[in-house]
């Protein structure tokens, strides 16, 4: 980064934080030549989103996955390509609040609300695959849950 004041490109960060409701970050640096202190502003448009597996690994987001597991969970099921289409923008747009990294359990569930409201089959299928449930117990808890906020959220549209 080179220092407004004089030019030099040595410099160091002193803090970074995200810009809230944003994936801008703001970055206070000091330039090592003339000690001057500036802000820079950074868009994280080129950095890879990346998905926080359950098991700690990471993997860049790759919308062509989420769309295939989706309609994978839609096979034989009156969703149309349109719908899915929706639903992956969607997420894809929500999740572009989180800088850098994104847990692949937001992913998930976000994806698991939306199914929700549209064929529960589907929803069934996609949490099978997708959250790692230790057993049917703690699945029929989940799709409880979601049911209730689900209706919940429904009775409140009326
Ligand atoms: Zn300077």
Redesign the pocket.
């Known amino acids: 980064m080179k220092?407004?004041?004089?030019?030099?490109f040595d410099?160091q960060v002193l803090d970074s934080r995200p810009i809230e409701h944003t994936s801008a970050i703001r970055r206070r640096r000091q330039?090592?030549?003339?000690?001057?202190r500036y802000t820079t502003y950074e868009k994280p448009e080129d950095i890879t989103l990346m998905v926080i597996k359950s098991d700690g690994r990471r993997e860049p987001f790759d919308r062509k996955k989420l769309w295939a597991a989706v309609s994978r969970a839609c096979v034989k099921r009156p969703v149309s390509t349109e719908t899915i289409e929706k639903i992956v923008s969607e997420v894809e747009s929500e999740i572009s609040d989180y800088i850098m990294e994104v847990p692949s359990s937001v992913i998930g569930q976000k994806t698991l609300q939306k199914l929700l409201d549209i064929d529960t089959v589907a929803y069934i299928r996609f949490a099978s695959v997708y959250n790692k449930f230790a057993d049917i117990n703690d699945f029929m808890t989940e799709l409880k849950k979601l049911k209730k906020e689900h209706d919940k959220n429904k009775t409140k549209k009326k």
């Open positions: 220092c407004p004041f004089c030019g030099s410099g330039c090592n030549q003339c000690k001057k």
